[in-house]
Each structure stands twice: as C-alpha cells, then as structure tokens.
C-alpha cells in the first residue's frame, strides 16, 4: 500500500498499530487479497488528520500518493479531497500492486 510507505513512512506494523489492525491486514490490504473496510478507511482518514497530511481520497482508488519527503519539515498540500464518495468507488488494484514493485 503506498499510502502506508509514501504519506506515513510507516511499517506494516507500526502502521497496523496506528490503525488498531492486525499486521496480517495490512498485509492482505497490500497484496490485494483483502480491501481496506469504509471504518479501516475512515481511520487512515483519521491518521493523516492527526499528523497534519492533507488528505485525498483518490489514493485509496485512482492515483498513487506522491513520495514522502524525508527532509520535509510540512506535509505535502496538494492533493485536495475529491467530490466522489468513497463508497462509490473501488480499490484500483493498480496501485495497490504497484506498491510491491
């Protein structure tokens, strides 16, 4: 999941943590086998609120998320929210299989 790596750093653990999941979910949400549930999503949702990371839903279906920066002292700011619902909208499993590569 690029989110995972590209807006938080995370581990799958330390990701799993922040998210009360198990590592094995994250895992699954990676690999495709599973999909995060509207709940998981709405924690993500939650997470990047915490950490002051603008936020947009297109990572979870359309667009990978742009690189984290190491250096950066401010998240990125420019990705808006977009209109669609995210119950409308399915996982594009190109991104999620482009975070193995």
Same mark, same amino acid.
Request: glycine share 2%; hydrophobic share 35%.
């Given at each position: 999941?690029?989110? /995972? !790596?590209?807006? +938080? ?7 799993? /943590? ?8 994250? %895992?699954?949400?990676?690999?495709g ?11 993500? /949702?939650?997470?990047?609120? %915490? ?9 979870? +279906? ?5 690189? !984290? !920066? ?6 990125? !700011? ?11 909208? /399915?996982?594009?499993?190109?991104v ?6």
């Amino acid at each position: 999941m690029l989110i /995972r !790596k590209r807006v +938080f750093g995370m581990s799958q653990a330390e990701f799993a /943590r922040a998210l009360d999941v198990s590592q094995s979910t994250v %895992s699954r949400w990676e690999t495709g086998a599973l999909e995060p549930s509207r709940q998981e999503m709405a924690a993500v /949702r939650d997470l990047a609120s %915490s950490r002051g990371v603008t936020w947009s839903d297109r990572w979870f +279906f359309d667009e990978a998320p742009p690189e !984290k !920066k190491e250096d950066a002292e401010e998240p990125s !700011k420019s990705h808006p929210s977009p209109s669609q619902p995210a119950a409308a909208c /399915r996982l594009n499993p190109d991104v999620i299989r482009s975070a193995r590569r």
